[in-house]
C-alpha cells in the first residue's frame, strides 16, 4: 500500500505564493512519475504538472507554465509544487499522485492519490 499525504494548502491572495507538499509511504514501489492534478466542484479532474522519478524531466498544463514549478527531494520521498503569481482560476483541491508505469504521456497513468488539499485565492 501506498500513502500520498499533501500539505501546504490555504488562503493566499492573488499575486502570491504556496507551496505545495507531498510524501509518500509505505511499500516501496518503483516509481516512475508523481504529478499533481486539481479539481473544482463540478468540474472534472485537471492535469497540473508532473516529473519522472528518475531524471527530473517535467511537462506543465498550458494554464500553469511559467508560474508553477514541480521538483522532487528523492530522499524525503517528496514532490513538491511551488506556486508563484496565483491568480482566480487557480482555487481547487490539489492532489498529489504517483504512478509505477512508464507512459509517455506524461499526464496518463496515475493510480495513487492523495486525499487533497484546497487552495484558495482571494482576489
Known amino acids: 500500500q501506498v500513502q500520498l499525504v499533501e500539505s501546504g494548502g490555504g488562503l493566499v491572495q492573488a499575486g502570491g505564493s504556496l507551496r505545495l507538499s507531498c510524501a509518500a509511504s509505505?511499500?516501496?514501489?518503483?516509481?516512475?512519475?508523481m504529478g499533481w492534478f486539481r479539481q473544482v466542484p463540478g468540474k472534472e479532474r485537471e492535469f497540473v504538472a508532473a516529473i519522472r522519478w528518475y531524471g527530473g524531466s517535467t511537462y506543465y498544463a498550458d494554464s500553469v507554465k511559467g508560474r508553477f514549478t514541480i521538483s522532487t527531494d528523492n530522499a524525503k520521498n517528496t514532490v513538491y509544487l511551488q506556486m508563484n503569481s496565483l491568480k482566480a482560476e487557480d482555487p481547487a483541491v490539489y492532489y498529489c499522485a504517483a504512478r509505477a508505469r512508464y507512459y509517455s504521456d506524461y499526464t496518463s497513468g496515475f493510480n495513487y492519490w492523495g486525499q487533497g488539499t484546497q487552495v484558495t485565492v482571494s482576489s
Open positions: 509505505g511499500r516501496t514501489f518503483s516509481r516512475n512519475a
